[in-house]
């Protein structure tokens, strides 16, 4: 049987159709309503699994709109666009990876994604200047690695410290707001930052040579995207797990301030409510981004180690040559209610 592949014409609706009107949930005792959910969650990630973006490519070198690529011997491909340069379908096969690999990891509630017949995340969410770096395995087109660089969605750029400003994802979950924990906020707007979103790998690569490679892959994206940003983008931000996802970022050779004493909490309404109950605690982070001949010496140092044919010896040359740090800052005690809100 062919490769799905993701078509072109309107998004198809999927419901939960073999849920009997009236039938009462007992998720504790495993009743038919249960196990109707899980059927549904497995046809998701089975749907998710088999989509193929292997003509991606193509489409973002027809309109000229790739910001990068990368393809390697390794039978890997990365794209970097904007969102408003990918088609549509391809949006929704992306926003449907990423609510895959969040249900994989335990970080999307399944009873609300069930409950809301949902097969993907809402693209209305995703900014038309959202960047995304997607990693597929060439042959196949899958998807086995994925990041966002999200922009800020302020209509008009406004100053870090004007209360009139909308606040980012990472600011409302962990209740503080970035200009009271930086020394001087007080010439960036919210157009110079970008939030670091969703950084996966497929829980299929089970290989761990494959899996370094794809890290190598997304950091080549990152570094490419903010190259191409700069000097317009001054700092990363986002939230991530100390022993975990920290490391990418301090590859990429940034130093990472880490906000140690915050306290997360999304509505047990959010369908990504688990992802701050489950496993290794997220800390909130903010990194500068370095002067264009920084930017530049990173760019080549993760270039030439993707080059390499040992993802192994790449990853080791690349904290060789360039000195990413982590520094620890406090949040004032308790949420600020004002980026709570």
Same mark, same amino acid.
């Given at each position: 049987?062919?490769?799905?592949?993701?078509?072109?014409?309107?998004?198809?609706?999927?419901?939960?159709?073999?849920?009997?009107?009236?039938?009462?949930?007992?998720?504790?005792?495993?009743?038919?309503?249960?196990?109707?959910?899980?059927?549904?969650?497995?046809?998701?990630?089975?749907?998710?699994?088999?989509?193929?973006?292997?003509?991606?490519?193509?489409?973002?070198?027809?309109?000229?709109?790739?910001?990068?690529?990368?393809?390697?011997?390794?039978?890997?491909?990365?794209?970097?666009?904007?969102?408003?340069?990918?088609?549509? #379908?391809? =949006?929704?096969?992306? *926003?449907?990876?990423?609510?895959?690999?969040?249900?994989?990891? &335990?970080?999307?509630? /399944? !009873? @609300?994604?069930?409950?809301?017949?949902?097969?993907?995340?809402?693209?209305?969410?995703?900014?038309?200047?959202?960047?995304?770096?997607?990693?597929?395995?060439?042959?196949?087109?899958?998807?086995?690695?994925?990041?966002?660089?999200?922009?800020?969605?302020?209509?008009?750029? #406004?100053? =870090?410290?004007?209360? *009139?400003?909308?606040?980012?994802?990472?600011?409302?979950?962990? &209740?503080?707001?970035? /200009? !009271? @924990?930086?020394?001087?906020?007080?010439?960036?707007?919210?157009?110079?930052?970008?939030?670091?979103?969703?950084?996966?790998?497929?829980?299929?690569?089970?290989?761990?040579?494959?899996?370094?490679?794809?890290?190598?892959?997304?950091?080549?994206?990152?570094?490419?995207?903010?190259?191409?940003?700069?000097?317009?983008?001054?700092?990363?931000?986002?939230?991530?797990?100390?022993?975990?996802?920290?490391?990418?970022?301090?590859?990429?050779?940034?130093?990472?301030?880490?906000?140690?004493?915050?306290?997360?909490?999304?509505?047990?309404?959010?369908?990504?409510?688990?992802?701050?109950?489950?496993?290794?605690?997220?800390?909130?982070?903010?990194?500068?981004?370095?002067?264009?001949?920084?930017?530049?010496?990173?760019?080549?140092?993760?270039?030439?180690?993707?080059?390499?044919?040992?993802?192994?010896?790449?990853?080791?040359?690349?904290?060789?040559?360039?000195?990413?740090?982590?520094?620890?800052?406090?949040?004032?005690?308790?949420?600020?209610?004002?980026?709570?809100?």
């Amino acid at each position: 049987m062919d490769t799905p592949r993701i078509a072109a014409g309107p998004a198809p609706t999927l419901r939960p159709w073999s849920v009997p009107r009236g039938l009462p949930v007992d998720e504790a005792n495993g009743t038919p309503a249960t196990r109707v959910q899980d059927r549904y969650i497995e046809d998701i990630l089975r749907l998710n699994s088999r989509l193929s973006f292997g003509r991606l490519a193509d489409e973002l070198r027809k309109n000229g709109a790739a910001l990068h690529q990368f393809d390697q011997a390794r039978g890997l491909t990365t794209l970097v666009a904007y969102s408003e340069s990918i088609p549509e #379908r391809y =949006l929704l096969g992306l *926003a449907g990876f990423r609510l895959a690999e969040y249900l994989n990891a &335990g970080f999307a509630s /399944q !009873k @609300l994604v069930f409950d809301r017949s949902l097969f993907c995340e809402p693209i209305q969410a995703m900014h038309r200047r959202d960047i995304h770096v997607v990693t597929t395995h060439t042959g196949s087109g899958r998807i086995v690695g994925y990041v966002a660089l999200a922009h800020s969605q302020d209509t008009k750029p #406004r100053l =870090l410290t004007d209360p *009139a400003r909308l606040l980012f994802p990472s600011e409302q979950v962990h &209740g503080i707001q970035l /200009q !009271k @924990l930086m020394d001087d906020p007080y010439t960036l707007t919210t157009h110079q930052i970008r939030e670091v979103k969703r950084l996966v790998h497929a829980h299929s690569v089970t290989d761990r040579q494959t899996h370094l490679a794809i890290t190598l892959e997304l950091l080549a994206g990152i570094s490419k995207a903010v190259q191409t940003e700069h000097p317009g983008l001054k700092l990363l931000i986002g939230d991530v797990e100390e022993h975990i996802a920290l490391r990418h970022l301090v590859l990429l050779g940034l130093t990472v301030r880490l906000v140690q004493g915050t306290n997360p909490k999304l509505s047990q309404q959010d369908v990504l409510h688990p992802r701050y109950n489950t496993g290794e605690k997220v800390l909130p982070f903010y990194a500068r981004i370095p002067d264009a001949d920084g930017v530049a010496e990173r760019v080549t140092a993760i270039e030439r180690a993707l080059a390499d044919e040992s993802p192994i010896r790449g990853l080791r040359g690349v904290m060789a040559e360039l000195s990413g740090t982590v520094q620890y800052i406090y949040a004032p005690e308790g949420r600020d209610e004002e980026a709570a809100a």
